[in-house]
């Protein structure tokens, strides 16, 4: 994680994936577990996982989009430090699935929520994750101070990315 600073989910030819670095499922939420990487969609809007200094610097490069009506209503139930699972917040809610999903994935596409922990497991290759809003920066705060957000960035990532990728998953900047 640290060499790269992201990883996808699944194998693709645009970026490293967990097979690639040869990890697992498990080591993935391993490493959720103990808050050592940022689980999103920031990139392309796929399951994307960041090291704690790529998603620090993102989050300072990238500009923040309001919330949507259903993200809002998601984040509502997040934003005081709860945690939750899918099935659960779908619930309380109350938004249909489309509603939902459109909610919860604008949530995880511009690093408002991450998975803060391992849920129930479902097979060997797959779980539910607990969501939460601003408890992963409590669990795992920021190591250094943040200067020169785009310029370290994209050290960073310009192993593994074209600029034109790059200005994509920050917003141009």
């Known amino acids: 994680m640290q060499k790269y600073g992201i ?3 699944n194998t693709n ?8 670095i040869g990890c697992g499922w498990g080591d993935v939420t391993e490493l959720i577990d103990r808050q050592e990487l940022f689980y999103c969609k920031a990139f392309r809007k796929r399951t994307t996982y960041l090291s704690k200094e790529t ?8 500009q923040k989009k309001p919330l949507t009506p259903s993200a809002q209503r998601i984040y509502a139930i997040l934003e005081n430090g709860a945690e ?5 917040l779908k619930a309380v809610s109350g938004l ?3 509603a ?14 991450t998975a803060l922990r391992n849920g129930k497991l479902l097979n060997e290759s797959w779980s539910t994750f607990l969501y939460a809003a601003a408890e992963w ?9 943040i200067e020169n957000a785009s310029e ?5 990532l310009s192993q593994t990315m074209t600029e034109r990728q790059f200005r994509s998953l920050t917003g141009g900047r």
């Open 7 to 9: 990883l996808l989910c």
């Open 13 to 20: 030819p645009d970026l490293p994936a967990l097979e690639d």
């Open 55 to 62: 998603y620090y610097l993102l989050k300072e490069v990238r």
């Open 84 to 88: 939750a699972e899918t099935g659960f």
């Open 96 to 98: 249909d699935g489309k």
């Open 100 to 113: 939902y999903r459109e909610g919860v994935d604008f949530l995880l596409q511009n690093l408002y929520v």
């Open 137 to 145: 920066e409590k669990c795992a705060p920021a190591a250094v101070p």
């Open 152 to 156: 370290r960035l994209w050290e960073i």
